[in-house]
């Protein structure tokens, strides 16, 4: 270890004072989805087998062949052939065992098929089972009470129809649309009036009962029941109580609450073939079988660790989303069919790309798996060719590509034949592939002990800085001009009124791009510049002012400036935290390094509400006491398994505080969960609510996941876990 190194880092552990984080099992949430149409009075329910079945115009269906991220369907359930042909009205579970109910009787197959009754109601629809096989049956205005085929007690409700039946307190419990009624000693009684009722679940302790405006509450003691209205969705459907949790469904997913008060919220086909909730019940194992009109949601659980997650997602990148050393999405998908679909090229390959290869120097850095070293030199090829590629020394391609599919790629006028016969490379590159390549250049150069890939990772380095400062800090096209962002030249940086991100954020980056390139290679001309921008043309002024000071521009500014500073722009901290890795890290002395800390700590501050552990373990560099751990380990722990871009919705919701309109693009008071809202990359608002996602494409977790969990599990602020490496389910 280099004497700086070894100063850096008794510098940084000195003043971070926290104990490393135990990476402790949590409940991970997924989804296994069976598609099918299915009716709104549709049924679902498991019996102590752990078989499952569905009801849907009177035939019987069975989840068939679906697991994880491979969805099953709904197949006609033919196991009794002596069923074939029966219309059944209604199925329940009675003793753990399946129940059917058609015209004129109600039976099960368990017990050796003894258990049948016959009932008198050729309309029945409805029936639960009480106290020693005695059962209660309803037509929907008719209820008749049996017992081994005997009328024990028979009503009829006038001008009300029977919606749901449960037997709970030695009690029978009956719904209609006004009344929630109880049947006990042949005494039909009203328990409460109101509107709009659609479904209930009881237990020992709690009711509730759902309406078209919410849903009531009644725990042991209380007379009155609370009403709930500030919900994810406030028509209420279907209601299961599972292990004392009321499980809620809607025309809009389905939720349950959560011990701090707010609510866990299952919407779009990230977890439900359809959003319209017709049934829910608990099933096989602990998982929540949830019955849409588009078919049956297995919502299962599984105790893992963070490092379990991680290798989950290593998994899923290089089966999925390597393409020509490149970390890539997988476009073009069918419906979320993984075995559709095409690796695609995408602006910022070189991007995407670095923050992958630093999360994988991140990995070899605090682990020493080979299989992590071998992804730094695939992925270092890759952005080594981007400079190969193209015929201007120094200047690295966007992506590259064969030139048989160049009429396919995006953007395709962009595109460039290459030097190299049979590729073509992608033009115009900007300045977040700058940022990027120099982030990763330095974690390899400095965490990667392959003498190889060091030597490769600073000679790409000072090729890229040495174009850039040569062409009066441009990056020059192969048309011999700049591209439209690869811009630090003073007369452009210093254009932008103050208040214009582009100005702080160009001259952070250019100094922490200097500032690296000087500590690896010790070329003078890097230095020099570095401190040219910062004395002469104010640099340090510029990356140091605070955040609040950014804003819109003034309404005498030029066009471009009034273009770029419309809102809070969130590919910008992207790049600000990845160039903070060199402005930090490789500060030229410890007065500046003072001043990037008081910037970086400012930065973060406004971030702060995101909860994304990538800002939050970057600001942990500087030394810091406070960089939110616990909310960090919150967005590892919550984000998705299943990260392809369903269609998403959250803007209907009762149970958030919306904000109005503001520079910064918040809606919302606080930041929900990563498993409730869209699927996006860093560079993206965490706060957009909405969209409309059609399961063409899945994310690569390379970027998205695996940067910020490498970087603090190198930085040392989450603890290994103990080995496992594999979970109960595959992707």
């Known amino acids: 270890m280099n004497s700086w190194r070894l100063t850096f880092l008794l510098v940084f552990w000195s003043g971070i004072g926290f104990s490393q984080v135990p990476d402790k099992p949590f409940e991970q949430w997924y989804s ?69 109910l058609d015209e004129s009787k109600l039976w099960s197959n368990a017990w050796a098929g003894r258990r049948e009754l016959t009932h008198h109601l050729p309309q029945a629809k409805l029936f639960a089972g009480g106290d020693d ?49 109880t049947l006990q000693n042949n005494q039909l009684q009203n328990y409460y009036s109101g509107e709009g009722f659609t479904s209930f679940a009881l237990n020992d302790t709690s009711i509730y009962l759902g309406s078209e405006k919410g849903y009531y509450h009644w725990n042991k003691r209380a007379k009155q029941p609370t009403l709930h209205t500030k919900l994810p969705s406030v028509s209420i459907s279907a209601i299961a109580l599972i292990e004392g949790r009321p499980w809620l469904g809607t025309n809009q997913g389905v939720f349950t609450p959560k011990p701090d008060g707010t609510y866990a919220y299952f919407q779009g086909e990230r977890w439900l073939p359809g959003d319209q909730v017709v049934s829910i019940t608990q099933g096989p194992q602990q998982t929540i079988l949830v019955l849409t009109t588009e078919g049956l949601a297995q919502l299962s659980k599984q105790w893992i660790t963070l490092q379990d997650k991680a290798y989950f997602f290593e998994n899923q990148v290089i089966t999925r989303h390597i393409r020509n050393g490149f970390n890539a999405s997988l476009e073009g998908m069918e419906k979320g069919n993984l075995a559709t679909g095409y690796l695609a090229d995408a602006d910022n390959d070189g991007l995407w790309t670095s923050m992958y290869l630093g999360s994988q120097a991140f990995r070899y850095a605090a682990t020493k798996e080979k299989q992590a070293l071998e992804n730094c030199r695939e992925s270092l090829d890759a952005l080594e060719r981007l400079y190969t590629v193209t015929p201007v020394p120094g200047f690295p391609a966007r992506s590259f590509e064969r030139s048989s599919i160049r009429s396919q790629l995006a953007d395709s006028k962009v595109w460039q034949n290459s030097p190299q016969p049979g590729w073509t490379w992608k033009a115009t590159t900007s300045s977040d592939e700058a940022i990027g390549h120099v982030f990763a250049f330095a974690t390899v150069a400095e965490l990667v002990n392959d003498p190889n890939l060091q030597a490769k990772a600073i000679r790409l380095l000072d090729t ?10 441009y990056l020059v096209d192969y048309d011999g001009k700049p591209t439209k962002w690869g811009r630090w030249n003073p007369e452009y940086v210093n254009s932008f009124p103050v208040n214009v991100g582009d100005r702080k954020l160009n001259s952070s980056n250019i100094i922490g791009m200097l500032q690296t390139a000087f500590h690896f290679t010790k070329k003078e001309k890097y230095r020099q510049k570095a401190f040219e921008l910062m004395k002469k043309h104010g640099y340090l002024a510029n990356l140091t002012r605070p955040m609040n000071e950014i804003g819109k521009a003034p309404d005498n500014a030029d066009e471009h400036s009034k273009l770029l500073s419309e809102g809070w722009n969130h590919s910008d901290d992207e790049m600000y935290f990845l160039g903070y890795w060199g402005l930090y890290r490789y500060a030229f002395n410890d007065t500046l390094r003072s001043h990037y800390r008081k910037a970086i700590i400012d930065h973060w501050q406004a971030e702060r509400p995101e909860k994304d552990a990538t800002w939050n373990f970057f600001t942990a560099l500087t030394g810091t006491k406070t960089f939110d751990v616990k909310e960090s380990v919150w967005y590892l722990q919550h984000y998705p398994l299943d990260l392809i871009d369903w269609r998403i919705q959250n803007s209907h919701r009762q149970d958030l505080r919306f904000l109005p309109d503001n520079f910064r693009k918040q809606t919302t008071s606080q930041v929900i969960s990563p498993t409730e809202r869209p699927m996006q990359r860093h560079n993206r608002n965490t706060f957009i609510l909405d969209e409309n996602g059609t399961g063409q494409s899945e994310f690569s977790a390379g970027d998205t996941w695996l940067l910020p969990y490498w970087l603090g599990r190198y930085l040392g602020i989450i603890k290994a876990a103990p080995s496992n490496h594999s979970l109960l389910f595959s992707n």
């Open 133 to 181: 096989y005695r059962f209660l049956v309803s037509d929907g205005t008719s209820l008749e009470y049996l017992s081994d085929s005997l009328t024990l007690w028979q009503t009829k409700l006038t001008g009300e129809n029977v919606k749901a039946i449960h037997y709970a307190r030695n009690t029978f419990w009956i719904l209609t649309a006004n009344n929630l009624y």
């Open 464 to 473: 890229l800085m040495n174009h850039i400062v040569s062409h009066d800090l």
């Open 32 to 100: 296994v989805k069976y598609y099918g149409t299915v009716r709104t009075d549709g049924k679902v329910f498991s019996d102590r087998n752990h078989l499952v079945q569905c009801l849907s115009e009177g035939q019987l269906f069975m989840p068939a062949n679906g697991q994880f991220l491979h969805p099953g369907t709904l197949m006609p359930d033919t196991r009794y052939r002596s069923m074939q042909g029966t219309k059944i009205r209604t199925m329940n579970v009675y003793q753990n065992q399946f129940w059917y």
